[in-house]
């Protein structure tokens, strides 16, 4: 369970833990994919993965807050999620990429990881996005981490 002693390493790190440990998402990679998930705690993009190491999830950024007024701290996680797929279907006249509906069902699979681990106040704060860059298929969340914090002072000596 996170408290407020918590640092945002191991905040990071648990949500990584989480991820790699997920059951529906190993086992919808697997189905999809033939592979298991690599998940990344940062991602050095001047050397990024080749075309054998997706479905790819990375933590990409941390953002501590602090407030007095809401008595809590909370972590911003942003999470990326890739696919490599090359796959286009074909009906009539409508086409469908199928890594854009792939990577968005991928992503709602990484934030209910998060929600059922249930180790700390989690949400998803609405801002998702989804970019095709075929045959990429990325989508970028932010979710919300907070646990409630106290905000008490020394008492003051008294002489």
Same mark, same amino acid.
Not at 78 to 101: F, K, P, W
Not at 131 to 139: K, T
């Given at each position: =369970?996170?408290?407020? =002693?918590?640092?945002?390493?191991?905040? =990071?790190?648990?949500?990584?833990?989480? $991820?790699?440990?997920?059951?529906?998402?190993?086992?919808?990679?697997?189905?999809?994919? /033939? #592979?298991?998930?690599?998940?990344?705690?940062?991602? &050095?993009?001047? %050397?990024? @993965?080749?075309?054998?190491?997706? @479905?790819?999830?990375?933590? $990409?950024?941390?953002?501590?807050?602090? !407030?007095? &007024?809401?008595?809590?701290?909370?972590? #911003? *996680?942003?999470?990326?999620?890739?696919?490599?797929?090359?796959? *286009?279907?074909? %009906?009539?006249?409508? %086409?469908?990429? &199928?890594? $854009?509906? #792939? +990577?968005?069902?991928?992503?709602?699979? *990484?934030?209910?990881? $998060?929600?059922? !681990?249930? /180790?700390?106040? *989690?949400? %998803?704060?609405? +801002?998702?996005?989804?970019?095709? &860059?075929? @045959?990429? /298929?990325? !989508? +970028?969340?932010?979710?919300? +981490?907070?646990?409630?914090?106290? /905000?008490?002072?020394?008492?003051?000596?008294?002489?």
């Amino acid at each position: =369970m996170i408290s407020e =002693m918590t640092t945002s390493s191991t905040v =990071m790190t648990t949500v990584r833990d989480i $991820l790699s440990a997920d059951a529906d998402i190993a086992a919808w990679c697997l189905q999809k994919y /033939f #592979d298991g998930p690599y998940v990344w705690l940062g991602l &050095d993009e001047r %050397s990024l @993965p080749d075309n054998t190491q997706y @479905p790819m999830i990375a933590i $990409l950024s941390v953002t501590q807050s602090r !407030s007095s &007024d809401a008595h809590q701290i909370k972590w #911003d *996680i942003e999470i990326n999620a890739v696919i490599h797929n090359d796959n *286009i279907t074909v %009906s009539g006249r409508q %086409s469908t990429c &199928d890594g $854009l509906l #792939d +990577i968005e069902a991928l992503r709602e699979l *990484i934030e209910n990881a $998060l929600y059922k !681990s249930r /180790f700390a106040t *989690i949400t %998803s704060d609405g +801002i998702s996005m989804t970019i095709s &860059d075929f @045959p990429l /298929f990325e !989508s +970028i969340t932010k979710i919300v +981490i907070s646990v409630p914090a106290s /905000f008490r002072s020394g008492m003051s000596k008294r002489i």
